[in-house]
């Protein structure tokens, strides 16, 4: 019991962490410097193209100038180019930074999910009859996998959540899970149909309902405990 508390203690921990990431990158300020980064983008492409028409431009001039004018001018141009190569400098220094610093707090969003839903297996699949109540980690547990069931990976630790962490632990959750069945990537396909099988087999009076309600839809019909037509299961 000490091994799985330490794990679902650690994995509260990590998506707390895992929530302030996503509320950060979901916060206005956060779109507004991803605005301005693409604004920056674009003034870097602007400056790179007029400084490739301005070079252009700039060896169509003689070599050895005869007349002072033109070798007045030639300096200026030289000059003009000399100050676009170091605004293009800055702009590039400044793009890098901000790409540097959204990658990662992209990518600690990521670890974060991963690592909170290992924990979560980890911690799950240790905790016995005696463990105690664990509802409240099962939902979150659930609740991150079904919010981020397109990421890359996060099927894959579900899959083994399936197989590890005791089914009357997901009972809880049927209506939610039951009705993602056929919805979905194939890989959380793949994870939610092993754990659906896995949950019909153990508990079929939970599990086979569920899975006649959702085939047969939720309008009842009529007669139904005296109700009328169009009634709907809830």
């Given at each position: 019991v000490g091994a799985a508390e330490a794990h679902l203690v650690l994995a509260e921990f990590v998506a707390e962490l895992l929530d302030n990431v996503e509320s950060r990158m979901n916060s206005l300020e956060w779109k507004r410097a991803g605005n301005r980064s693409e604004e920056r983008d674009k003034e870097y492409n602007q400056c790179a193209a007029m400084y490739d028409e301005k070079f252009a431009a700039f060896r169509k001039f003689p070599k050895s100038p005869s007349k002072k004018a033109i070798e007045v001018e030639k300096k200026a141009k030289e000059q003009e180019l000399r100050d676009i190569h170091i605004?293009?400098?800055t702009l590039k220094k400044e793009i890098d930074m901000d790409k540097k610093?959204?990658?990662s707090v992209e990518n600690s969003a990521v670890d974060?999910?991963?690592?909170?839903?290992?924990?979560?297996?980890h911690g799950?699949?240790?905790?016995?009859?005696?463990?105690?109540d664990v509802t409240r980690h099962i939902?979150?547990?659930?609740?991150?996998?079904?919010?981020?069931?397109?990421?890359?990976?996060v099927n894959k630790i579900?899959?083994?959540?399936?197989?590890?962490?005791?089914?009357y632990m997901f009972v809880p959750l049927i209506y939610q899970l039951f009705s993602r069945v056929g919805s979905g990537n194939k890989e959380f396909q793949k994870a939610l149909n092993a754990l659906v099988v896995k949950i019909c087999q153990e508990h079929p009076h939970h599990g086979i309902v569920q899975l006649l309600t959702l085939a047969n839809g939720a309008n009842v019909g009529s007669g139904v405990s005296g109700r009328q037509a169009n009634t709907y299961l809830q």
């Amino acid at each position: 019991v000490g091994a799985a508390e330490a794990h679902l203690v650690l994995a509260e921990f990590v998506a707390e962490l895992l929530d302030n990431v996503e509320s950060r990158m979901n916060s206005l300020e956060w779109k507004r410097a991803g605005n301005r980064s693409e604004e920056r983008d674009k003034e870097y492409n602007q400056c790179a193209a007029m400084y490739d028409e301005k070079f252009a431009a700039f060896r169509k001039f003689p070599k050895s100038p005869s007349k002072k004018a033109i070798e007045v001018e030639k300096k200026a141009k030289e000059q003009e180019l000399r100050d676009i190569h170091i605004h293009m400098r800055t702009l590039k220094k400044e793009i890098d930074m901000d790409k540097k610093e959204r990658e990662s707090v992209e990518n600690s969003a990521v670890d974060f999910l991963k690592w909170s839903l290992q924990n979560y297996q980890h911690g799950l699949a240790l905790s016995g009859a005696g463990a105690g109540d664990v509802t409240r980690h099962i939902f979150r547990c659930c609740s991150i996998w079904l919010k981020n069931s397109d990421e890359p990976g996060v099927n894959k630790i579900m899959g083994k959540c399936a197989e590890t962490v005791k089914s009357y632990m997901f009972v809880p959750l049927i209506y939610q899970l039951f009705s993602r069945v056929g919805s979905g990537n194939k890989e959380f396909q793949k994870a939610l149909n092993a754990l659906v099988v896995k949950i019909c087999q153990e508990h079929p009076h939970h599990g086979i309902v569920q899975l006649l309600t959702l085939a047969n839809g939720a309008n009842v019909g009529s007669g139904v405990s005296g109700r009328q037509a169009n009634t709907y299961l809830q």
